[in-house]
């Protein structure tokens, strides 16, 4: 029988705050990959950004990730990581993949170790207590808009676009309206790798965007029911977003983009 | 002047098989929406899950309905469940769930004013004892505080406000009264046919100061129908239905290929009341 490859979710985003719409995109991912027979979901991570990102309206990232702990107490499988919103500098997303995906292929080779060392009596049916343990994947999750951000010119570098989608893939969650296949089809480089990129169809939509709730917090509106209500106690509590926390970084050009020194546009092949 | 906001009551009526995030979400809207007039106060939140004599398909029974609604409803503190249509062994329109409430919030503000009105007799004859005053006594009437009466609204999407113009569905009468008398406060999508359907009907169009339309910024189409999809084909439900409400489908074992077929070719209890009824033929224009 052969077994399914353990696969890793990472997210990476401002999570400005954490919205239900956020943790559906695992959910949604998840069941998509669990159904094409192949995979097995071991581990979601929601990986704030750095405040050096430099995105306007972006609060700290300590608030950040305080919210997005709360909004995952109740899951079992998905957790929020702290190191790329702890480095001193906004680093590339092709990097945090290589962070993590070190990190996961170093917890594996120790489970190994110890599994040599303590050898079980293998059980059938149960996959992964099979002699040979498949390694695990590291995927990038992510929404259909990442995924056109490629097309923005000295947003990304060419050779981190094809690492992403060659060496870890990518699980895209697009709403029920769009089909990104044909941004797909038009690129050389993604056409290419298009058997790591999984396109899954959020059918139920609910588009609840980070910008619309702090706008509606602002405004003194309900958002109950769209974030965690722990989430919405925590905003409350420290007083997070306001006019003035809108403000912030109001006219700078995000950190990407001044490290781009040339214009290139990676994905016009 | 707080105290001359009309008092309202939202009331949602619906099947809720199962209450998705979107229903609790209508009331929030509603309730900010009629905050942000600065004409109304809105007190009360009621969800009124329909009887099972209603014979819509895959409608399970009311019993895990209303336990599902309550639990949904645990971390609200203005919006709760009312079971009594649910409990009606025949179906009822929705008017007659509307007229209910409205007695109940009449009686209950009656009740409200009654015992302020015994409070302030008590203080009267207080200062009628104190000998040394030489003061006319106030009326105790000034001491009111004059409220128009309270009102109870129906809270609806836009599909329910268009179903009006299902031939069969409503009764003419019913829906005049509900405008005329009560008020809809309608939620729809950006974009939305509202305010066509609206326009291209008489007897909305004469009550359209009391159809308040409120526009949902945010797209949120988490309809039970897709809920009961997705439960059927194993895929995860979290984050748009309250968790317990997840935990007590899982628990239960609720939603199947088999609870969806139930009432299959059952004619839905208004179409059946009203099919020979002419009144229902009348149009909304």
């Known amino acids: ?84 919103s702890e480095q001193d500098t906004w680093t590339e997303t092709v990097k945090v993949l290589r962070h993590h995906y070190n990190e996961a292929l170093t917890a594996f080779q120790s489970k190994e170790f110890m599994r040599s060392k303590h050898p079980t009596e293998s059980s059938t049916g149960d996959s992964l207590s099979c002699q040979q343990q498949v390694l695990p994947e590291l995927k990038l999750l992510c929404g259909a808009d990442f995924l056109q951000s490629f097309k923005t010119p000295n947003l990304w570098k060419e050779e981190d676009i094809k690492e992403i989608v060659e060496k870890f893939g990518l699980v895209c969650i697009s709403r029920a309206g769009s089909d990104p296949s044909q941004f797909i089809q038009e690129s050389d480089l993604l056409s290419e790798f298009q058997h790591n990129i999984f396109l899954v169809r959020e059918w139920i939509q609910n588009e609840i965007s980070a910008t619309q709730i ?50 290139i546009n990676p994905l016009r092949d | ?113 009654t015992k302020d009105a015994v409070l302030i007799t008590k203080l009267g004859r207080k200062r009628k004892q104190e000998s040394n005053r030489h003061e006319p006594i106030k009326k105790k ?83 039970s129908t897709k809920i009961r999809r997705a439960l059927r084909r194993g895929q995860s439900i979290r984050y748009l239905v309250p968790d317990a409400v997840r935990a007590y489908i899982e628990r239960n074992r609720l939603y199947s290929p088999e609870s969806e077929d139930r009432n299959a070719g059952v004619l839905l209890a208004p179409l059946q009341k009203h099919a020979s009824d002419p009144r229902s033929s009348q149009t909304l224009n």
């Open chain 2, 1 to 113: 002047d707080p105290d001359r906001k009309t008092e309202v009551v939202l009331l949602a009526c619906g099947s809720f098989n199962p209450i998705t995030n979107m229903h609790l979400r209508l009331f929030e809207l509603a309730k900010d929406y009629l905050h942000e007039t600065g004409k109304y106060k809105v007190i009360k939140g009621i969800i009124s899950p329909v009887g099972d004599a209603y014979k819509k398909k895959g409608l399970i029974s009311a019993n895990h309905r209303v336990a599902m609604a309550k639990l949904a409803t645990e971390s609200s503190d203005w919006v709760e469940v009312d079971d009594w249509e649910s409990c009606q062994s025949e179906w009822l329109e929705t008017l007659k769930v509307l007229r209910y409430h409205h007695q109940k919030l009449l009686s209950a503000d009656v009740t409200n004013k």
């Open chain 1, 1 to 84: 029988m052969r077994s399914r490859i353990p696969v890793i979710l990472l997210a990476c985003g401002s999570f400005n705050p954490t919205t239900n719409m956020h943790m559906r995109l695992f959910e949604l991912a998840r069941d998509h990959l669990h159904q094409t027979g192949r995979y097995q979901v071991i581990e979601g991570i929601m990986s704030p950004v750095s405040d050096k990102y430099g995105k306007q309206g972006l609060v700290s990232a300590r608030h950040r990730v305080a919210m997005a702990r709360l909004a995952l107490e109740t899951s079992d499988w998905i957790r929020v990581d702290p190191w790329e």
């Open chain 1, 214 to 263: 702090r706008s509606a917090l602002c405004r003194g509106l309900s958002v109950k029911y769209l974030i965690p209500d722990s989430v919405i106690a925590y905003i409350a509590q420290h007083n997070v977003y306001s006019a003035e926390s809108e403000r912030r970084n109001q006219g700078h050009p995000l950190q990407p983009l001044r490290l781009q020194n040339t214009a």
């Open chain 2, 141 to 223: 009437n000034q001491n009111l505080v004059i409220k128009s009466v309270p009102q109870v609204k129906l809270l609806c999407g836009s599909d329910m406000l268009e179903s009006f113009g299902i031939p069969n569905l409503w009764k003419l009468e019913d829906i005049t009264e509900i405008v005329e008398k009560h008020g809809l406060v309608c939620i729809s999508r950006a974009g939305n046919n509202v305010q066509k359907f609206i326009y291209e009907s008489d007897i909305l169009w004469r009550h359209k100061e009391n159809i308040h339309l409120v526009e949902e910024w945010i797209t949120n189409d988490i309809s």
